[in-house]
């Protein structure tokens, strides 16, 4: 007899399993159950085209530390052409407190995936030394009051830099992870500092868009404040965190103040296909559950990351190109059943006449799964692309859609992303 995985185990599971990098823990995700030809009929999953949620705005990785990556790599993860290219949309670098003499390898970065389509965030680890009560980028400190001015004008400087190398940021955050000092550059903010940064210096950078908190845990804390004041709400453009810990959850505070929501790191250690798994799942629930705009990954370019240190598409990588490649910048969610039935995980989404759907299997029985879309011009077909531990972005027979309604035969431990056309 196999276990059935419930949302809220999976849920337990992505938390337990996710790498942070505060912690020691083993960070492989428990195994799921081996395949079996079981085949259940799963409940129906419910699609309603009316009902339109937010905005999503891309899904992409970070180069911090990375170095220049090189155009091959670029092209594979930003690139869109065919199933050997990720689709990716957006570039987090990282701002180097040396100042602008270490700036270049993240401009070229930015320069390759701009070139491809994509948009460009920056997010400073520590302020420089001279700046903070330590005088060390390393170790935690905090930006010394005097410095909040000159801080202002650093990261204008480096906005600046950018846009006049053919690179112009999308947006700027104040400070990665403000509540943690480690032993790599870090910097505490406490969230009146925070806010009183925003509410009174965030002028300074200019017209790129802010955002904070970037909390490891996305701790309301940090940006409630800055929501709350109506002269620091102005000034931010986006709330960011990570979602480490138990960062994951729905944020109406930031949404009633008209502010995008962007998830910009987490990572796994973990290569496996199950591990991949937990990482489309963790999207769906980004996405679906919370209303994210954004979910941006750790690093690019690792064993464990979206391209393996050599440049292969890792498995995580498959798994991350089902949303990235098919739900683009500017397609809106539309409200869909999340979890018809255990182990299977869905969201829609919707651009003019465009319809996408990603359903998600981790069970490990096929699932016989029925969709019905509703609330507009519903498609009359649709072309599935899977992938399993097995086979990565594979196109599929074109299947019928009959009055907005099909069913199709979700394969163990799989992810399907349905296009209509």
């Not at 979910?295 to 949303?323: C, E, H, P, V």
Request: charged share 10%; with cysteine; proline share 6%.
């Amino acid at each position: 007899m196999h276990t059935k995985v419930t949302l809220a185990f999976c849920t337990l599971l992505l938390f337990a399993a996710s790498c942070s990098k505060h912690s020691t823990n083993n960070n492989t995700p428990a195994p799921l159950p081996p395949p079996d030809t079981t085949t259940i009929a799963g409940n129906l999953a419910f699609v309603d085209l009316s009902d339109v949620q937010q905005t999503i705005r891309g899904f992409g990785g970070s180069s911090a530390w990375l170095g220049a990556l090189p155009a091959v790599d670029m092209a594979t993860l930003f690139g869109n052409a065919d199933s050997t290219q990720l689709g990716l949309t957006i570039l987090r670098v990282r701002i180097d407190p040396a100042g602008s003499s270490q700036w270049g390898n993240e401009l070229q970065n930015a320069q390759s995936a701009m070139a491809l389509g994509g948009i460009v965030m920056a997010s400073p680890w520590s302020p420089p030394a001279a700046m903070k009560t330590n005088d060390s980028t390393k170790n935690g400190g905090s930006l010394d009051t005097s410095s909040y001015a000159a801080y202002s004008l650093y990261l204008a400087s480096f906005a600046n830099y950018f846009a006049t190398n053919g690179a112009p940021l999308y947006a700027l955050s104040v400070q990665n992870e403000p509540e943690i000092a480690t032993w790599y550059e870090s910097c505490v903010w406490t969230p009146d500092n925070l806010l009183n940064f925003v509410k009174n210096y965030a002028p300074s950078i200019g017209t790129t868009k802010l955002m904070a908190s970037e909390s490891f845990h996305f701790d309301p804390a940090y940006t409630d404040p800055i929501l709350n004041d109506p002269v620091a709400a102005s000034h931010l453009g986006i709330v960011a965190g990570h979602i480490y810990g138990s960062g994951l959850f729905p944020y109406p505070l930031a949404a009633s103040e008209g502010k995008e929501l962007w998830m910009t790191e987490h990572m796994d250690t973990s290569t496996s296909w199950e591990g991949a798994l937990m990482t489309a799942v963790e999207i769906n629930q980004c996405l679906a559950s919370c209303s994210f705009n954004v979910y941006n990954y750790w690093w690019l370019k690792k064993s464990w990351g979206l391209i393996d240190t050599t440049g292969a598409i890792t498995k995580r990588g498959y798994a991350m190109a089902q949303f990235a490649k098919y739900v683009r910048p500017g397609y809106l969610r539309v409200t869909s059943t999340i979890s018809p039935e255990n182990n299977v995980f869905v969201s829609s989404y919707k651009k003019g006449d465009t319809v996408v759907i990603v359903a998600i299997n981790i069970g490990p029985g096929k699932v016989r799964q029925p969709f019905t879309v509703t609330g507009g011009t519903t498609p009359a077909s649709f072309v599935p692309h899977i992938s399993t531990a097995f086979t990565n972005l594979q196109t599929m027979d074109t299947i019928t859609a009959t009055g907005g309604k099909f069913t199709y035969l979700l394969l163990p431990l799989s992810i399907t992303t349905f296009v209509s056309f």
